[in-house]
T-cell receptor, first 111, second 117 residues
Framework: SQQGEEDPQALSIQEGENATMNCSYKTSINNLQWYRQNSGRGLVHLILIRSNEREKHSGRLRVTLDTSKKSSSLLITASRAADTASYFCATEVSRGGKLIFGQGTELSVKP | DTEVTQTPKHLVMGMTNKKSLKCEQHMGHRAMYWYKQKAKKPPELMFVYSYEKLSINESVPSRFSPECPNSSLLNLHLHALQPEDSALYLC????????????????FGDGTRLSIL
């Protein structure tokens, strides 16, 4: 079942600019997580936000969660060429570890 | 370097072959996962093991057979696969999937890229 939709599908920016990615989902969630995937590699966990939280920060990352709109956003500030990757949101609907991933946003940061 | 190790990195097999994918973690995690990922698509959950017991099977065809010999190891046995099974197979682990009310990040390996001839 498709739970998460992400937009944009692709984003191209210059180094130093900010990048914003959005995720929408359909059902109530336990938490929402963001992952990064570099080409040919596994996924790297970035940040987890629980359903009772509205905003979290981690370094250059800022995640917001609006459960009334069933949406989340990931902001990467002062982007670097090394941030070039695919970014996925994933929702955990209930405890048990089952994650449902969104379609992903492909971010390209040009030096 | 990832803390979840998957072997082999690449595997080419015929439709009549039997092979196994292996996954190992030494973080003391008690939940382990198998995902399938096609090119340009998100990962799709296949199986979840919690405390060495199969807790979730996402209606995966029986030609895929998971096994969890101990808390550090996870195998995926493959038999009579089809060309559409060609994909990146990702293993992941988390501290726990139930007792901590979920809310655990998952740690992924770099995957095994499987090609079925």
């Amino acid at each position: 079942s498709q739970q998460g939709e992400e937009d944009p599908q692709a984003l191209s920016i210059q180094e130093g600019e900010n990048a914003t990615m959005n995720c929408s989902y359909k059902t109530s969630i336990n938490n929402l997580q963001w992952y990064r995937q570099n080409s040919g590699r596994g996924l790297v966990h970035l940040i987890l936000i629980r359903s009772n939280e509205r905003e979290k920060h981690s370094g250059r990352l800022r995640v917001t969660l609006d459960t009334s709109k069933k949406s989340s956003s990931l902001l990467i500030t002062a982007s670097r060429a090394a941030d070039t990757a695919s970014y996925f949101c994933a929702t955990e609907v209930s405890r048990g570890g089952k994650l449902i991933f969104g379609q992903g946003t492909e971010l390209s940061v040009k030096p | 370097d990832t803390e979840v190790t998957q072997t082999p990195k690449h595997l080419v097999m015929g439709m009549t072959n039997k092979k196994s994918l292996k996954c190992e973690q030494h973080m003391g995690h008690r939940a382990m996962y198998w995902y399938k990922q096609k090119a340009k698509k998100p990962p799709e959950l296949m199986f979840v093991y919690s405390y060495e017991k199969l807790s979730i099977n996402e209606s995966v065809p029986s030609r895929f057979s998971p096994e969890c010999p101990n808390s550090s190891l996870l195998n995926l046995h493959l038999h009579a696969l089809q060309p559409e099974d060609s994909a990146l197979y990702l293993c992941a682990s988390s501290q726990d999937s139930y007792l901590l009310s979920g809310n655990q990040p998952q740690h992924f390996g770099d995957g095994t890229r499987l090609s079925i001839l």
